[in-house]
Structure formats: C-alpha cells, structure tokens
C-alpha cells in the first residue's frame, strides 16, 4: 500500500474515533446534565407510576425556578446533585453500576406536597397543608403520618416529599422534609409502557 495510501487510511481511521468520542462527550454531557431516562424501581407511587415505567427527566428547570406542590421529582436522598462535577459523579457512577446490571436504591421518585414555610399536618389520614385539607385525586390509600410528629414546618432550601401509594411509600414522613439539592430533575414524560406515553 502507498504511504500516501497508508496515510488516508489511518486519517480516516482517527476521523471516526474523533467522531465517536464526540459523540459519547454530548451524549454524556445531556445525560449528566440536561435530560436523563430514568426507570421506575418502587411502587410507591402507584397508581400514578408503577414499577419499569420510563420516564424522561427534567434536569435544568430547578436552576431557574423551585420545586412547586404537586411536582414529581428525582432526587438522589443524601447526596448532593448541585453544580457540573456533582451531576457528572453521579451519571459516572450510574453508568458503572449499569454494567453491573445494578441500580441506585437511594435514587427515589416521589410528589412534592409542600415547600419551604409551609405547615404539613396529618391527621386521621388526611394532609393538611396550611390548615386546608388537600384534595389528592391520585392518592393510593390513605394517609398515615408514620414517626414524624405533626404539625410542622418545612424549613428554608427544602421540600416535603410523598409517594402517591401512601401506606407503602419510605418518604419524608419517614426521613423528614430533603434538601432541594438532592433533587436531580422533575419527571417531565413516561416513554414507557407505549399505552401509558405521555405526561405522568
């Protein structure tokens, strides 16, 4: 073969793995940073979500605005997801437990139910939320208040989390209001199953 022959064949060679690592680099960087999948692994939050649904998340909203009542979240419960490393951290870390056929049991999915200043109450099953009982057509069950004590408030940079299938949800009734900087995104679209497509 010519060198010059040679030459091309090894340019083109170095073309596609340019190629392929740029195209890896920008398909990580949308995952860690901007829109992940993420896959249901609890039936907390049934009838709302079951178990294998897809969903598509959300991840650059919580920069401009705050988690509001009624949002279903994905956060990483005692981590922090906050800035370019701690998000790329975790996306290293999911994509090596994906090898391994694993998954995150501190990665929950769970409804937003109230924020910062606002007074959760719970009582004979019912939340309350400021005094006013909620009206939560999507609630599985009812409503058992579990070991935290009642009323109280949600502090400052925090929200307080529910799962929709309340009498089999681990929640903030159990682990308390999380910190906004555990959230990693807002679950915007199911992919998956193809009869349930659409906004959760």
């Known amino acids: 073969m010519p060198d010059e022959q040679k030459?091309?064949?090894?340019k083109e060679i170095i073309e596609w793995i340019l190629y392929f690592v740029s195209a890896v680099l920008v398909a990580s960087f949308i995952q860690s940073q901007l829109f992940a999948?993420?896959?249901?692994?609890?039936?907390?939050?049934?009838?709302?979500?079951?178990?294998?649904?897809m969903?598509?998340?959300?991840?650059i909203s919580y920069s401009f605005s705050e988690p509001k009542a009624g949002d279903i979240?994905?956060?990483?419960?005692?981590?922090?997801?906050?800035?370019?490393?701690?998000?790329?951290?975790?996306?290293i870390r999911d994509v090596k437990l994906r090898f391994k056929k694993d998954y995150r049991t501190n990665r929950l999915i769970k409804r937003v139910v109230?924020?910062?200043?606002?007074?959760?109450?719970?009582?004979?099953?019912?939340?309350?939320?400021?005094?006013?009982?909620?009206n939560e057509p999507y609630v599985k069950g009812i409503t058992p208040g579990l070991s935290l004590s009642y009323p109280l408030t949600v502090p400052e940079g925090h929200v307080f989390?529910?799962?929709?299938?309340?009498?089999?949800?681990?929640?903030?009734?159990?682990?308390?209001?999380?910190?906004?900087?555990?959230?990693?995104?807002?679950?915007?679209?199911?992919?998956?199953?193809?009869?349930?497509?659409?906004?959760?």
């Open 55 to 59: 969903l598509i998340m959300d991840k």
């Open 7 to 10: 030459a091309n064949v090894i």
């Open 161 to 200: 989390v529910m799962g929709d299938n309340r009498e089999n949800s681990m929640d903030s009734r159990s682990f308390g209001p999380i910190s906004i900087d555990s959230i990693e995104g807002k679950a915007v679209f199911r992919v998956f199953p193809l009869s349930k497509i659409g906004k959760p």
């Open 37 to 53: 999948f993420t896959t249901v692994h609890q039936s907390s939050m049934q009838d709302t979500l079951s178990e294998g649904h």
């Open 73 to 91: 979240i994905v956060f990483v419960n005692g981590e922090n997801t906050k800035g370019f490393t701690n998000k790329y951290k975790i996306f």
């Open 114 to 134: 109230a924020v910062a200043g606002d007074k959760v109450d719970i009582s004979d099953g019912n939340l309350y939320i400021n005094d006013v009982l909620q």
